[in-house]
């Protein structure tokens, strides 16, 4: 197996909503992933929220997946394809996303944040609001203060690392 299928099946930050919020299904695309997928649908066509239902540790149905899904490709794996990076320091970078996010979700859960999405994704975006409102940083606890770091870090390592 290419290192850059093993990297995206071994990866799936695209997938678990760290990476993309949604995923746009085109109109063919709908009624044969509806039994797949749980869509939203409009206007005979459709779209999902991440994280996706059928990730779990990998993609369960990768080779029926969506035409976004098949076409996406990160920088990372842009950079692995390039050679410009190799096949551990691309884990390395993945590990360190997927730590630096198990932070975030530790920090809202101390922190009981009232969020409305679902999707990490969408309540980043959320949490980017919510601290833009409250500027202020005399304002915020030393936990707030360290979530808002941690949301720079990983807003950065993605920018940096995966062009998102």
């Known amino acids: 197996m290419k290192d850059s299928v093993n990297i995206c099946l ?4 695209c997938c678990d909503g760290t990476v993309i919020g949604f995923v746009q299904l085109g109109r063919e695309e709908v009624p044969v992933l509806r039994e797949f997928i749980d869509m939203e649908n409009a206007n005979g066509e459709g779209f999902f929220l991440q994280p996706c239902n059928n990730y779990c540790d990998g993609c369960t149905i990768y080779s029926k997946r969506p035409k976004q899904c098949a076409s996406f490709k990160c920088g990372l794996l842009k950079s692995l394809e390039q ?7 691309a884990i390395e970078t993945i590990n360190v996303v997927k730590q630096k996010k198990t932070a975030i979700e530790k920090k809202l859960a101390l922190l009981q944040l009232k969020l409305h999405s679902q999707s990490f994704y969408f309540k980043m975006l959320e949490l980017k609001k919510l601290f833009q409102k409250n500027k202020s940083e005399s304002s915020l606890s030393q936990n707030h203060l360290d979530l808002v770091s941690d949301l720079q870090q990983l807003d950065n390592l993605l920018s940096k690392k995966f062009n998102i």
């Open 10 to 13: 071994s990866c799936g930050l």
């Open 83 to 89: 050679k410009e990076i190799d096949f551990d320091s």
